[in-house]
């Protein structure tokens, strides 16, 4: 074996570029990160051939002193932390010190830059070698311009990794994109070989921020989300959520940010897509734009080389609040108006996703008066009135007891024309609790004091859909898909409400396990419990489940308990219970729904509707696909040129 040596700097800082600098989406994200931390309320990226020729970035911060610019080029040189508690409360995006002195070990790399009360501006230049930097002065404004050209002119062996022109600068639009969602108060110009590509100013309000989101994401994407804004325990939760019937074939539409830091994390991943679980196809993907507070101490940004992965201290507590406030939020898209707010008239598209456009129309009429959100205060970023303290996890889970009540208004229209069995999904046939009479109008309407949401029923459609007249248009209903998530969220509650039925077993399941699944049984009986199972430890690498819930004990006993160890190891928590239990519930209700071509009575009819208004997730059937469609009046005369 050959004597140890100790690296040359040249060879270290190209190693450390291995890790950090990837492609050149990752020289432009350390960068702009850098600029962000400096103040920069301006940024200006310029780039030829996807960023491997050049990147030219401008931004208008605070620069850097002449005394510090040989010094910013060095490994493990930073001025955003200098002690040990600095590290475990990271409010800077970088932090590393690595950058700069990664990005000149394999490029050529000027940095131009006048300090902030500096008369004069200072230019320092690199180009992957042992050398000193060389400082001369230069004319420029307030700011930084860091220009990068040739990247890895030095290491063709990392050259020839790179793809087409086309696929780098996608990931390098990306990187932006991301970072202009997660500061809207920072103006963004992006331009690619002489062409412009984006120029996006500060945003000062929230129509701004909804502007700035449609041109990054897409004008549908506003169309069709729900605003959020929530806390509790210390956390924070806002943004923008899909509507269910706006999902996507990839997870391509998913932003989450943690104390404006774009992160990429299981936790949230699953978290998210439990409280989408019930309303999505298999394989469909929901979108959103999320951005979670909480005290910088609480979370560890420092586990992955390029930060795009956290650490939270209570995992548990953020999947809790996070699953629950999203899930509520989901629960709660009923029909409530059918007028659509200003400014977001149907676009005339025909089809689905005209309907599905118009059905968002309805739930977001409020997003602009139940979100005051204050642009100028934390950078730009809602201010938070979290309350101080130790977070409580309890407080976040009693939440979920919340979910399901229905508003005073809701229960104005309650209705309901079938029980549900639980445990064998039949459905017995009670009278309605309101009666509408089997014919005329009048009778309907004098009932009420409003027409309701939905309307009231004019006709059945090929015994497949209810025609219904709307206060501002009409809505068609399919009648199994409504009927269908009705009679799934009545079993749902009624299976919950008893507090999961039991049995137990006559010839116990033996199930042999590592000692590190044994040991994970034991510390999360809890969770089998809560679900009506009975896992115990019998050995050192064995388990033995006892009792399981009566609508469970015709399936796969074992193999789920396998799945909830595993479940349980890589997540911390397991929704497979529940989700395998909701499986078997949706199966039951469309089994149990009213089928195509069944002849209902107008009063018949008029229930559907009526349950429809007060049901969670009525939007869409337990398969995800929307269960109404609504078109107004104007849709209706542009149809028929009415008005030319």
Known sequence: MKRINLLSPRLANQIAAGEVVERPASVVKELLENSLDAGASQLDIDVEQGGVRRIKIRDNGTGIMKDDLSLALSRH?????????????????????????????????????????????????????????????????????????????????????????????????????????????????????????????????????EHRLATLLGKKFIENSLTLDVEAAGLRLWGWIGLPTFSRSQADLQYFFVNGRVVKDKLVAHAVRQAYRDVLYNGRHPTFVLYLELDPSTVDVNVHPTKH??????????????????????????????????????????????????????????????????????????????????????????????????????????????????????????????????????????????????????????????????????????????????????????????????????????????????????????????????VERTGLESVMVREVPIILIRGDVEGLVRDVISDLAANGVSDLMESRANELMASMACHGAVRANRKLTITEMNSLLRDMEVTERSGQCNHGRPTWAHLSMSDLDKLFLRGR
């Open 77 to 209: 040189a930073t001025s955003k932390i200098i002690t040990l508690d600095d590290l475990e409360a990271v409010c800077t995006l970088g932090f590393r010190g690595e950058a700069l002195a990664s990005i000149s070990s394999v490029s050529r790399m000027h940095l131009t830059s006048q300090a902030e009360g500096e008369s004069e501006a200072w230019r320092v230049e690199a180009e992957g070698k042992d050398m000193a930097a060389a400082i001369r002065p230069a004319s420029h404004p307030q700011g930084t311009t860091i220009d990068v050209r040739d990247l890895f002119f030095n290491t063709p062996a990392r050259r020839k990794f790179l793809r087409t022109e086309k696929t780098e600068f996608s990931h390098l639009e990306e990187v932006v994109k991301r970072l202009a969602l997660s500061r809207y108060e920072t103006g963004f110009r992006l331009s690619h070989n002489g062409k412009q590509v984006y120029d996006l100013r500060p945003v000062t309000d929230q129509l701004h921020a």
């Open 309 to 534: 992965e956290v650490r939270f201290r209570d995992g548990r507590l953020v999947h809790d609040f996070l699953f629950s406030r999203i899930h509520k939020a989901i629960a709660d898209v009923r029909p409530e108006s059918d007028a659509a707010p200003t400014g977001m008239e149907s676009s005339g598209v025909s089809g689905q996703e005209n309907a599905i456009t118009e059905q968002s129309a309805l739930h977001l009429s409020n997003r602009s008066t139940n979100n005051n959100m204050d642009w100028m205060r934390s950078g730009g970023m809602p201010s938070s009135s979290a309350a101080s303290g130790s977070i409580n996890g309890a407080e976040v889970r009693g939440q979920l007891e919340g979910i399901g009540r229905l508003s005073g208004y809701a229960q104005e229209y309650v209705s309901s024309t079938e029980e549900v069995d639980p445990e064998t999904g039949e459905i017995k046939e009670i009278a309605p609790m309101h009666s509408f009479g089997e014919t005329g109008e009048l009778e309907q309407r004098d009932n009420y004091q409003a027409v309701p949401p939905l309307g009231f029923a004019v006709a059945q459609l090929h015994g497949v859909y209810i025609l219904s007249e709307s206060e501002s248009g009409m809505i068609l209903v399919d009648m199994h898909a409504a009927h269908e998530r009705i009679v799934y969220e009545r079993m749902k509650t009624a299976f919950y409400q008893k507090n999961v039925a039991s049995q137990p077993l006559l010839v116990p399941i033996n199930i042999s396990v590592s000692q590190s699944e044994a040991d994970l049984v034991e510390e999360s009986s809890h969770v089998f419990e809560s679900f009506g199972f009975r």
